[in-house]
């Protein structure tokens, strides 16, 4: 039989395991959707930088 102290101690730690779960999915979801994105772009702009305007030709 399960005691009180058991039952809360199993509660607990699923408890525990759903927020730690839910943290690891949202930090994936914030790498995926912003961070990588952004970092993508800061690159792009910098190798764009070293390039001459083609309009500057014109």
Same mark, same amino acid.
């Given at each position: 039989m399960v005691?009180? *102290?058991g039952a +809360?101690?199993?509660v607990s730690a699923v408890v525990l395991f759903f927020f730690w779960i839910y943290g690891l999915v949202s930090f994936y979801f914030d +790498?995926?959707?912003q961070f990588v994105? *952004?970092?993508r772009a800061? +690159?792009?702009d910098?190798? +764009?930088d070293d390039r001459p305007d083609p309009e500057e030709y014109l």
């Open positions: 005691t009180t *102290a +809360l101690f199993i +790498l995926r959707y994105p *952004a970092v800061y +690159l792009r910098d190798e +764009l």
